[in-house]
């Protein structure tokens, strides 16, 4: 998998959190680091398709992420830093969840 991004920018009212953006992945894992406030989250959002962007173009293997829809989420994988959702449930809860879905 190939994913290109080219001149991504989003802002928040008068708050630019990407501007002209660029970066190309190949397969691997990777790491964003930054301070607090440099876009890291923005950026995330927006290329798991949780966020929509101001502008710019993110290809995956040369075809726009938003005409992939599905087929792009179910080749992209993101683990946020906080995974509110196990916070929220008891083990067991868990428990029956995985064993019903796993």
Do not use: W
């Not at 992945?25 to 301070?35: H, Q, S, T, V």
């Amino acid at each position: 998998m190939k994913l290109v991004i080219r001149g991504l920018n989003k802002n928040y009212g008068a708050k630019v959190a990407l501007q002209d953006f660029h970066a190309v992945f190949e397969n691997g894992i990777y790491g964003i680091l930054g301070p607090n406030g440099a876009g890291k989250s923005t950026l995330m959002n927006i290329l798991t398709d949780n966020l929509l962007r101001d502008s710019g173009r993110i290809l995956c293997n040369e075809t726009e992420i938003t005409k992939m829809k599905a087929q792009y989420r179910k080749i992209m994988g993101y683990m946020p830093q906080q995974q509110q959702f196990f916070h929220r449930k008891s083990f067991y809860q868990l428990h029956g969840n995985t064993a019903r879905y796993g």
